[in-house]
């Protein structure tokens, strides 16, 4: 029989298995760096601009998400980024993560949540599609932001309050 999953914050505890999957899902992109520093600043200090949250089946991890409030807003929020590890793809972990931390933006206050990400399906593919599936539409885009024919692209959800 399998481990059910949940869903907890990313404590101190657990932060190094959240920092190996992180690693092991982004070691070949230009995206790893930034994922690791959002990551151990929400779990260090998590916040309102920062909280993480782990999908755990027993005790691997099998994804992770940070996110928070964009500082000096009233109710923006912000994914900053969700992975997922490789054998549990299209299983679901993605879109509980994301659902867990809409649902916590909005008893936050959030009027919105906003997802900064590179178009780069080569490195990061589905991210656009999971976006769209749960209700993420692109608000606009930065063409060549991150390197030429990589384009930074907004994508917004509006919450209910």
Known sequence: MSASRSINAVSPSLLPRAEALVERVLRDTHYLAGAL???RSA????GAEGRALACLRGDDVEGVIVFGIFAGTSGAGRLHFVVVENRARRGGVARALVTAAIDSLEASGAR????ELPDDAH???GSR???DALGFHEESRIDDFYRRGVA???MRRELAR
């Open 129 to 131: 599609d999971l976006l």
């Open 152 to 154: 930074l692209v907004f």
């Open 112 to 115: 919105f949540a906003l997802a």
């Open 37 to 39: 520093d959002a990551l």
């Open 43 to 46: 779990a260090g200090a998590p």
């Open 123 to 125: 490195d990061l593919p």
